[in-house]
Nanobody, 117 residues
């Protein structure tokens, strides 16, 4: 499974970005997908997750109400819509797939999101 993120960039505080994660393979619809982020000097943290059907989602408290995770199984793509961005959202964002069990076992290369004041 290969995961490729896109959509990162530089945005002002209060702005929005939409990240995409394109997955290879024909069984994308079976995977649970997640978004994580890692800020400089900090550990990687969970941001959002979505089940195979798209009906069940979960979010870190820090992004609830501002970020929305979704997926399009027909296009093998997961998304992270980020609104009301804050300086502390600056990080490298990674998408991940859990292809078997509960652990995320495949990761993308990451995309940089920088929020400026």
């Amino acid at each position: 499974v290969q995961l490729v993120e896109s959509g990162g960039g530089l945005v002002q505080a209060g702005g929005s970005l939409r990240l995409s994660c394109a997955a290879s393979g024909r069984t994308f619809s079976r995977y649970r997908m997640g978004w994580f982020r890692q800020a400089p000097g900090k550990e990687r943290e969970f941001v959002a997750g979505i089940d195979w059907s798209g009906r069940s989602t979960s979010y870190a408290d820090s992004v609830k109400g501002r970020f929305t995770i979704s997926r399009d199984n027909a296009k093998n793509t997961a998304f992270l819509e980020m609104n009301s961005l804050k300086l502390e959202d600056t990080a490298v964002y990674y998408c991940a797939a859990a292809t078997y069990g509960v652990d995320f076992d495949y990761w993308g290369q990451g995309t940089q999101v920088t929020v400026s004041s």
